[in-house]
């Protein structure tokens, strides 16, 4: 258990500079067993799931070498079908190496995979994509074993555009035999990195981005180098920081259209944010105006991820803010720790109402999922006295030294081991 100690009240300012994101990295470490060869990933910072999925990789074969955020990992020793389940419990994203095993070995043995407790999270889409390709999936009690000849391109319908199904099915579809046109696919701009990594490898996939990809199966992928693009959520995470401590922060690195929604939100609510070469400056004098209404949707509307950390803004602006999570049933778990904190905020269903204070006051608060930790820093930056965020490791999950970077921008922070 970590104790993160934070005395509020200073300004942030200063540079920081964005890593990989998680949220590529994840299906990408899982893309890489579709190659024969090698594969080197650069941007690819020791987040704990990054870690996890590297423990999967080596579990079923891979030779992995891993220095200075760039990770070489080479899948000619893959043999095992068969994935471990502590690992897979660990881990939501463990579900991305479905695909491109069976792509590869045409057999996979799973556990339910794990993760974040945000809510339901069923795969029943991940499934129904890989059983168009022709995939005979049977599920047992706490099992789901799956196998095929070679896969079948075909139409892939998604009730919902599931992120990971669509990564999911692009991944084996992109070694099937024939096309493959994914309807009502998610568009998020991770997608767009794992298509541009698979035709790296010598892949024929199009559309990523928009709601309709076709993806022509190759014969073969081979290993090559790539990087993987910023994190938007960190991203996110410090324009956000910036506008709750009247700051003045430049993301380095930060790719401005992947925000563009979470940027106008800032504006409206009174900050700057102006577009550099390298990244994005943004800039806060007042206090924040509450923002109307804020309701989280598959890209490009607003991130579910970026929802708890708006929630902590919320609770210090001018106003009242009515916020609507529509995608992850769970998010909320974070109000009652704000709560504690004196922030006012009513929850119905999947509605908070947040009516912004003056000021938070420090506490000892829990996180109970990974974005909902990073909120609770905020927050304690932004509140009178000392706040102490207990955490059992679901910030490193998608952070990468996060407490170190906000320290480096003016926050007092200090982390203590229990
Ligand atoms: C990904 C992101 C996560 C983000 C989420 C939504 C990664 C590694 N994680 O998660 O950070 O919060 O997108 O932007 O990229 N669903 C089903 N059946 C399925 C799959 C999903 O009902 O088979 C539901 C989920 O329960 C959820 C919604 O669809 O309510 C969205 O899930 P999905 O888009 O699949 O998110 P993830 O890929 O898990």
Same mark, same amino acid.
């Given at each position: 258990m970590k104790k993160i100690v934070i005395c509020g009240g200073n300004s942030l300012s200063g540079e920081v500079e964005i890593h990989g994101a998680k949220n590529s990295l994840l299906p990408i470490l899982a893309a890489?067993?579709?190659?024969?060869g090698e594969c080197k990933i650069s941007?690819?910072?020791?987040l704990s799931d990054v870690l996890t999925m590297l423990d999967l990789l080596r579990d079923i074969g891979c030779k992995i070498e891993y220095a200075d955020q760039t990770v070489r990992i080479d899948t000619r020793s893959i043999h095992n079908y068969s994935m471990n389940d502590g690992l897979m419990h660990k881990l %939501?994203?463990?579900?991305?190496?479905l695909g491109p095993l069976l792509a590869r070995m045409g057999k996979a043995e799973l556990g339910y995979p794990g993760g974040?407790?945000? @809510?339901?999270? =069923?795969i029943d889409l991940h499934l129904k994509g890989l059983r168009d390709l022709g995939v005979t999936v049977t599920e047992t009690e706490g099992h789901v074993l799956c196998s095929c000849s070679r896969l079948q391109g075909s139409e892939v319908y998604l009730d919902y555009p599931s992120v990971g199904a669509t990564e999911n099915v692009m991944m084996a579809a992109s070694l099937a035999q024939g096309a493959t046109v994914i309807c009502n696919a998610a568009k998020e701009p991770e997608i767009v990195d794992l298509q541009n990594f698979i035709n790296k490898m010598g892949g024929r996939i199009s @559309?990523?981005?928009?709601g309709r990809i076709v993806i022509h199966g190759v014969e073969r992928l081979e290993g090559c180098e790539y990087s993987a693009m910023p994190d938007r959520i960190v991203t996110g995470t410090f324009m956000i920081a910036s506008a709750l401590t009247k700051g003045e922060i +430049?993301?380095?690195?930060?790719? %401005?259209e992947c925000v563009n929604v979470l940027a106008g939100k800032l504006r409206d609510g009174g900050c700057e944010i102006l577009d550099e070469d390298k990244g994005i400056v943004v800039r806060c004098h007042d206090r924040f105006k509450a923002s109307n209404i804020i309701e989280t949707m =598959?890209?490009? @509307? +607003? =991130?579910t991820d970026l929802q708890s950390p708006m929630m902590t803004l919320q609770t210090v602006a001018k106003g009242t803010c009515i916020l609507i999570e529509?995608?992850?049933?769970? %998010?909320? %778990?974070l109000t009652g720790e704000l709560k504690k904190m004196g922030a006012d905020i009513t929850v119905k269903d999947r509605m908070a109402v947040i009516r912004g204070v003056e000021k938070l006051k420090g506490a000892t608060v829990n996180t109970h999922d990974l974005r909902g930790g990073a909120a609770l820093v905020l927050a304690g930056l932004a509140a009178d006295g000392i706040t102490v965020v207990k955490d059992d490791g679901l910030i490193d999950r998608g952070y990468f030294e996060l407490e170190k970077q906000l320290k480096a921008l003016g926050g007092e922070i200090v982390v203590l081991e229990e």
């Amino acid at each position: 258990m970590k104790k993160i100690v934070i005395c509020g009240g200073n300004s942030l300012s200063g540079e920081v500079e964005i890593h990989g994101a998680k949220n590529s990295l994840l299906p990408i470490l899982a893309a890489v067993v579709l190659a024969s060869g090698e594969c080197k990933i650069s941007n690819c910072p020791p987040l704990s799931d990054v870690l996890t999925m590297l423990d999967l990789l080596r579990d079923i074969g891979c030779k992995i070498e891993y220095a200075d955020q760039t990770v070489r990992i080479d899948t000619r020793s893959i043999h095992n079908y068969s994935m471990n389940d502590g690992l897979m419990h660990k881990l %939501r994203s463990s579900i991305f190496i479905l695909g491109p095993l069976l792509a590869r070995m045409g057999k996979a043995e799973l556990g339910y995979p794990g993760g974040c407790d945000i @809510g339901i999270r =069923p795969i029943d889409l991940h499934l129904k994509g890989l059983r168009d390709l022709g995939v005979t999936v049977t599920e047992t009690e706490g099992h789901v074993l799956c196998s095929c000849s070679r896969l079948q391109g075909s139409e892939v319908y998604l009730d919902y555009p599931s992120v990971g199904a669509t990564e999911n099915v692009m991944m084996a579809a992109s070694l099937a035999q024939g096309a493959t046109v994914i309807c009502n696919a998610a568009k998020e701009p991770e997608i767009v990195d794992l298509q541009n990594f698979i035709n790296k490898m010598g892949g024929r996939i199009s @559309g990523a981005g928009t709601g309709r990809i076709v993806i022509h199966g190759v014969e073969r992928l081979e290993g090559c180098e790539y990087s993987a693009m910023p994190d938007r959520i960190v991203t996110g995470t410090f324009m956000i920081a910036s506008a709750l401590t009247k700051g003045e922060i +430049f993301i380095k690195n930060a790719q %401005r259209e992947c925000v563009n929604v979470l940027a106008g939100k800032l504006r409206d609510g009174g900050c700057e944010i102006l577009d550099e070469d390298k990244g994005i400056v943004v800039r806060c004098h007042d206090r924040f105006k509450a923002s109307n209404i804020i309701e989280t949707m =598959p890209y490009p @509307g +607003f =991130p579910t991820d970026l929802q708890s950390p708006m929630m902590t803004l919320q609770t210090v602006a001018k106003g009242t803010c009515i916020l609507i999570e529509n995608v992850f049933e769970n %998010r909320f %778990r974070l109000t009652g720790e704000l709560k504690k904190m004196g922030a006012d905020i009513t929850v119905k269903d999947r509605m908070a109402v947040i009516r912004g204070v003056e000021k938070l006051k420090g506490a000892t608060v829990n996180t109970h999922d990974l974005r909902g930790g990073a909120a609770l820093v905020l927050a304690g930056l932004a509140a009178d006295g000392i706040t102490v965020v207990k955490d059992d490791g679901l910030i490193d999950r998608g952070y990468f030294e996060l407490e170190k970077q906000l320290k480096a921008l003016g926050g007092e922070i200090v982390v203590l081991e229990e």
